[in-house]
């Protein structure tokens, strides 16, 4: 790993380069960072290989209970209010994504911090994905169902 300090913009400040023998065959991949709980259980690790990086978080079935599946899904989405913005120091950059305080109150789980508060609020837009899951499965029932209404019409 090197941490550099350099006055050129284009110059990373974090480079981490896995050690692993091989590594420059083309056909590898391990571990750059692991989180692990008190436990000292992994809990979660940003992982590399030849051609990507993934940031994973815990998911094993093991680790969960009292399961549910989501419903109502396409009414939380649309309380959702995405927009495109730039932030303010990058005002030719626009981009989309949401408020971190108003979509605090639909998926409060995928928000961290509190609105107005001396720490600026984060989310993490991957913890949205079962949620837009969920909305997805049960506009394609809908669709389908109106397909089968509509074909009925149809024939008869």
């Known amino acids: 790993m090197s941490i550099y300090h350099g006055t050129d913009a284009d110059e990373p400040g974090l480079i981490m380069r896995h050690g692993r023998a091989g590594a420059n065959s083309g056909a590898w991949t391990g571990k750059f ?4 709980s008190s ?3 992994e809990r979660g690790s940003v992982t590399g290989g030849s051609s990507s990086v993934s940031f994973n978080t815990s ?6 209970e009292n399961e549910v599946t ?3 899904a396409i009414s939380k989405v649309k309380q959702l209010k995405p927009y495109t913005f730039n932030f303010k120091v990058t005002p030719d ?5 949401f408020f971190a305080h108003e ?3 639909v998926v409060s789980y995928a928000v961290t911090g509190e609105k107005d508060a ?11 994905t079962p949620l837009l899951t969920a909305a997805l499965q049960e506009a394609i029932t809908e669709i389908e169902s109106l397909k089968a ?5 149809k024939s008869s």
Do not use: C, H, P, T
Not at 33 to 36: E, K, L, P, V
Not at 93 to 97: E, I, L, M, S
């Open 149 to 153: 209404e509509v074909a009925a019409l």
């Open 39 to 41: 436990d000292n259980n």
């Open 118 to 128: 001396e720490d600026m609020q984060q989310m993490d837009y991957g913890k949205l």
């Open 59 to 64: 998911s094993d079935y093991r680790l969960k």
């Open 93 to 97: 950059q626009k981009v989309d994504g």
């Open 70 to 72: 989501i419903s109502d």
């Open 33 to 36: 960072i692991q989180f692990r």
């Open 103 to 105: 979509a605090q109150e």
